[in-house]
């Protein structure tokens, strides 16, 4: 009996023991569950991120299933990448050629152009020497017939200098028997460019006002005259003066007409 108590007592102290340690547990149980919780919210968080970040590589896995696989599949994923990398060369090049077409074009435009206005330049230096030298030719007196001379042979060509020495004498001669004078006024004057380049025709108009001892009474006529006009150097020179087609000449045109012959059988008058 004794024995028995004995150990029925013992097993009852193991067994409050035992429950005493289960008490104590417990609260450390209750304790761990809100930092369990816890952490399962911190993990929760972090999956929806990770859900997030691969949302889009989900959605370009999900196309590049979808595609055909095997090698029309490659070709069919390559396809579009090759068209836009050749449709970028195709405007690249496009534009790179409409830029050489461009440029090109503007520098025959420009060489046009300039071309235009050194042709314009040459013409206008011409048509002024041409009306300049014209007015030397109308203008002279039988007061002074040498500076008429000096003035019409300055300046030109050798080959239309040599006319006026050659004629000097007989021109002069003229002059001072009908005792001839002129003045000009320059109406236009029309320049055209010879075949070869570096020489010009110019057609000048002028009126040319005219008295002598015949004719006192100053006359206007209308004359045209030829100048042909050389580049020499970097200039332009006078290189031929002369009646156009239709007009005289304008000393010619100061002459006085000769006097009739006398009749056969007749003394001449007595003067």
């Known amino acids: 009996m004794t024995s028995r108590r004995g150990k029925e007592g013992t097993d009852m102290t193991d067994a409050a023991i035992s429950d005493e340690k289960v008490s104590d547990t417990e609260p450390e149980d209750a304790q761990a569950e809100p930092a369990a919780d816890g952490d399962g919210n911190g993990a929760a968080a972090a999956t929806d991120d990770s859900a997030g970040d691969t949302a889009g ?3 370009d896995d999900a196309a590049e299933d979808a595609r055909p696989k ?3 599949g490659r070709v069919w994923s390559r396809r579009p990448r090759r068209l836009t990398r050749w449709a970028t060369a195709v ?3 496009a534009a790179l050629a409409g830029a050489v077409v461009g440029y090109t074009k503007y520098q025959q435009v420009s060489g046009q152009l300039a071309a235009l206005r050194r042709d314009n330049a040459d013409r206008d230096a011409a048509a002024r020497l041409a009306r300049d030298y014209a007015l030397k030719s109308l203008t002279y007196s039988f007061e002074d017939p040498d500076a008429f001379f000096r003035s019409v042979e300055d300046g030109v060509s050798q080959q239309l200098k040599d006319k006026y020495v050659n004629a000097t004498d007989v021109l ?3 002059m001072l028997q009908a005792q001839v004078t ?3 006024e320059v109406l236009a004057t029309d ?4 075949p070869g380049g570096g020489s010009y025709q110019v057609v000048v108009s002028a009126h040319q006002t005219t008295r002598n001892l015949q004719n006192p ?3 206007v006529s209308i004359i ?4 042909t006009v050389n580049r020499a150097g970097s200039g332009w020179q006078v290189g031929d003066i002369g009646p156009k087609t239709g007009s005289h000449p304008p000393v010619e045109q100061q002459l006085p007409p000769p006097e009739p012959l006398p009749a056969p059988g007749k003394p001449a008058p007595t003067r």
């Open 57 to 59: 590589d989900a959605a």
């Open 70 to 72: 095997g090698p029309l």
């Open 91 to 93: 405007l690249v090049v």
């Open 172 to 174: 002069k001669s003229i």
């Open 182 to 184: 002129s003045s000009g």
């Open 191 to 194: 320049a055209v460019a010879q």
């Open 217 to 219: 009474t100053p006359k």
């Open 224 to 227: 045209l005259l030829q100048v």
